[in-house]
């Protein structure tokens, strides 16, 4: 028998299982121009459908982006020309000279000099009269100012670790820490200081009929002592006359006889009925000035024939600005210790492309209305008394502590009579 006769023949089971062209394996490969392909290709075409759809939005969002920042940016510019319109109002004309025109830059002083005024405030009859003071005038009496730079309170603080000068003024810092206000108020609030000639000549001033207004930063209540009538004073950061309750709920009034001894007994003054934190009536940083500073600036500079500015560098806001609000014809005259910092205008200032700091000229060589006395404010304003023929009465005001400026007829002068023999 011959061996090939074991093998498998042709056609046998294991042949079988290799499957024939077209079998159901090959039959799974879809041929080219299938459902499946079709998908795909349908696939493509929304997803490029949707491309262009995005895009088309696209386009459009920011055509309205741009139509909205256009409208945002005309509504910005007609908020910028009113606010202008508010900050004049409040500032008054922009100080530079670039402001004012040539025909209205009218010199009606003789001479840029204290002469010049004492003989215009003689020669015009002025009696609207306004004076701005700062802490400069009580520093005879005994009170520190702020920005000295050896007695200055703002220079020594450092004890307190303050986060700036400022705080001890801060609402918000005394909210948190009511104690260096005391403490460095203390001497102040215990003790016992007469008014300045600086603030008896302002007396005077308006006993002559000539004081329009006086506007005052101080908060030390001698103006009132000096007998200058609280209708004709503005207490622009208020006064330490007035104590009341922290708590809005309660809000009791205290004495400054009370403070006074709660100070002195190295107390924080507390209400007695809640026992919250007293604090004083006056403007701290944060607050609002009060609603007659803007009344009466409002409707009495615009009336002002001269401007006396009294003991301040012209370094707060708004105070300082008044200088501003006076007509470009109304001179002014500054009787202070230092030549004030140069201006610059605050944030909304800034903002608005408006200076609202002071812009006092006496030492520009366009200068036609401003008139500067660096020294003692007491020394000024005797200085000009004596020039307005007033030396007497005000010295008779000061030795009588503020209860007469009568003098002996023999030496009376009126002041609103002009000196024989002087134009």
């Given at each position: 028998?011959?061996?090939?006769?074991?093998?498998?023949?042709?056609?046998?089971?294991?042949?079988?299982?290799?499957?024939?062209?077209?079998?159901?394996?090959?039959?799974?490969?879809?041929?080219?121009?299938?459902?499946?392909?079709?998908?795909?290709?349908?696939?493509?075409?929304?997803?490029?459908?949707?491309?262009?759809?995005?895009?088309?939005?696209?386009?459009?969002?920011?055509?309205?982006?741009?139509?909205?920042?256009?409208?945002?940016?005309?509504?910005?510019?007609?908020?910028t020309l009113g606010m202008a319109k508010v900050v004049k109002n409040m500032y008054g004309?922009?100080?530079?000279?670039?402001?004012?025109?040539?025909?209205?830059?009218?010199?009606?002083?003789?001479?840029?000099?204290?002469?010049?005024?004492?003989?215009?405030?003689?020669?015009?009859?002025?009696?609207n009269i306004i004076t701005m003071a700062g802490a400069g005038i009580s520093t005879s009496?005994?009170?520190?100012?702020?920005?000295?730079?050896?007695?200055?309170?703002?220079?020594?603080?450092?004890?307190?670790?303050?986060?700036?000068?400022?705080?001890?003024?801060?609402?918000?810092?005394?909210?948190?820490?009511?104690?260096?206000?005391?403490?460095?108020?203390?001497?102040?609030?215990?003790?016992?200081?007469?008014?300045?000639?600086?603030?008896?000549?302002?007396?005077?001033?308006?006993?002559?009929?000539?004081?329009?207004?006086?506007?005052?930063?101080?908060?030390?209540?001698?103006?009132?002592?000096?007998?200058?009538?609280?209708?004709?004073?503005?207490?622009?950061?208020?006064?330490?006359?007035?104590?009341?309750?922290?708590?809005?709920?309660?809000?009791?009034?205290?004495?400054?006889?009370?403070?006074?001894?709660?100070?002195?007994?190295?107390?924080?003054?507390?209400?007695?009925?809640?026992?919250?934190?007293?604090?004083?009536?006056?403007?701290?940083?944060?607050?609002?000035?009060?609603?007659?500073?803007g009344e009466r600036a409002g409707e009495d500079l615009p009336k002002c024939d001269l401007?006396?500015?009294?003991?301040?560098?012209?370094?707060?806001?708004?105070?300082?600005?008044?200088?501003?609000?006076?007509?470009?014809?109304?001179?002014?005259?500054?009787?202070?210790?230092?030549?004030?910092?140069?201006?610059?205008?605050?944030?909304?200032?800034?903002?608005?492309?408006?200076?609202?700091?002071?812009?006092?000229?006496?030492?520009?060589?366009?200068?036609?209305?401003?008139?500067?006395?660096?020294?003692?404010?007491?020394?000024?304003?005797?200085?000009?008394?004596?020039?307005?023929?007033?030396?007497?009465?005000?010295?008779?005001?000061?030795?009588?502590?503020?209860?007469?400026?009568?003098?002996?007829?023999?030496?009376?002068?009126?002041?609103?009579?002009?000196?024989?023999?002087?134009?």
């Amino acid at each position: 028998m011959e061996k090939g006769g074991h093998g498998k023949p042709s056609g046998s089971s294991k042949d079988q299982d290799v499957k024939p062209a077209g079998s159901s394996k090959d039959q799974d490969v879809k041929p080219a121009g299938s459902s499946q392909d079709q998908d795909v290709s349908s696939d493509k075409a929304q997803k490029k459908e949707l491309d262009m759809d995005m895009i088309s939005a696209a386009l459009n969002a920011s055509a309205d982006l741009d139509r909205q920042w256009q409208e945002m940016q005309d509504k910005m510019n007609r908020i910028t020309l009113g606010m202008a319109k508010v900050v004049k109002n409040m500032y008054g004309q922009p100080g530079g000279m670039d402001s004012i025109s040539e025909e209205d830059r009218v010199q009606v002083l003789e001479d840029l000099t204290l002469q010049g005024i004492a003989k215009y405030i003689i020669d015009n009859n002025c009696t609207n009269i306004i004076t701005m003071a700062g802490a400069g005038i009580s520093t005879s009496a005994g009170i520190p100012d702020f920005r000295s730079k050896d007695t200055g309170l703002y220079n020594n603080l450092d004890k307190y670790n303050l986060p700036s000068p400022t705080s001890i003024f801060s609402i918000d810092y005394f909210k948190e820490n009511p104690e260096p206000f005391y403490k460095v108020r203390a001497t102040k609030l215990l003790g016992e200081y007469k008014p300045t000639p600086a603030h008896y000549f302002i007396r005077l001033l308006h006993e002559e009929g000539r004081l329009l207004r006086h506007f005052t930063q101080n908060i030390d209540t001698l103006d009132k002592l000096a007998g200058i009538p609280e209708d004709k004073t503005v207490l622009a950061h208020g006064s330490l006359e007035h104590w009341f309750c922290m708590n809005i709920d309660c809000e009791a009034k205290y004495t400054m006889k009370w403070i006074k001894r709660e100070v002195a007994a190295d107390k924080i003054p507390k209400c007695t009925k809640c026992q919250a934190v007293i604090r004083p009536g006056i403007v701290m940083f944060g607050e609002n000035l009060p609603r007659r500073f803007g009344e009466r600036a409002g409707e009495d500079l615009p009336k002002c024939d001269l401007l006396i500015i009294l003991g301040t560098s012209l370094a707060v806001q708004p105070f300082a600005s008044l200088v501003n609000r006076v007509p470009v014809t109304t001179p002014r005259l500054l009787i202070n210790r230092d030549k004030p910092a140069e201006a610059e205008a605050d944030a909304l200032g800034m903002f608005l492309g408006i200076p609202t700091g002071s812009t006092l000229r006496y030492d520009e060589d366009d200068n036609y209305r401003d008139v500067a006395y660096f020294g003692k404010c007491d020394d000024g304003c005797m200085d000009l008394a004596q020039m307005l023929n007033l030396k007497e009465r005000l010295e008779m005001l000061i030795k009588s502590g503020g209860k007469t400026s009568k003098v002996p007829k023999t030496c009376e002068v009126s002041a609103k009579r002009k000196p024989q023999g002087k134009k």
